[in-house]
């Protein structure tokens, strides 16, 4: 059974992927079997570095609570692009790991229908991630949306190909 789950979310990653490769928004579809965005995350299999970093932080009970929310995850191979003595340094530095996760954090359900109409959004650390669509993509600071609305019971995940760091 676990094994049909992962295997249906990954298919649903892919089609994201695909369809927001020109920014039409997929229809978000109902997380499987009611998962949670941390266990979404978990499922996918492409965010061990992200969910390995919000349990130390101490953070996964307020990404599974029933407050909706909007991740932007980076992945696996986005962590990879990071200097591994900034990792280090954020994870024995709890209060930096926090604030960089929370940067990665908005309050409420935010689809990619509604991320495109955005110049900007406050994330949970209290700055705000300047937002951009151009050449028919989005992007966040630096970042790029691969992935646009991977539904999860309590908000959604749009998965981005780098870190997010805010300003110190």
């Known amino acids: 059974m676990q094994k049909a789950i992962v295997t249906i979310l990954a298919g649903a990653v892919l089609a994201g992927t695909i369809a927001s490769t020109t920014l039409a928004a997929p229809k978000p579809a109902a997380a499987p079997g009611g998962k949670n965005i941390v266990t979404t995350a978990v499922a996918a299999g492409q965010f061990t570095t992200l969910v390995s970093l919000v349990k130390k932080a101490g953070l996964a009970g307020a990404l599974t609570g029933k ?9 696996d191979a986005a962590f990879a692009k990071v200097p591994k ?3 280090a340094a954020l994870a024995k530095d709890k209060k930096k790991l926090r604030a960089v996760l929370l940067y990665h954090v908005v309050k409420g359900k935010v689809t990619s229908a509604q991320v495109v109409k955005l110049t900007s959004a406050k994330t949970l650390e209290g700055a705000a991630v300047t937002i951009r669509v ?27 190909d780098r870190v997010l760091i805010p300003a110190s």
Not at 67 to 75: C, E, M, N, R, Y
Not at 143 to 154: E, G, L, Q
């Open 67 to 75: 407050g909706k929310l909007t991740v932007f995850a980076p992945t």
């Open 85 to 87: 003595a900034t990792l």
């Open 134 to 160: 151009k050449g028919g993509k989005v992007y966040l600071d630096r970042a790029r949306v691969t992935t646009a609305d991977v539904a999860a019971s309590n908000g959604v995940i749009h998965v981005i």
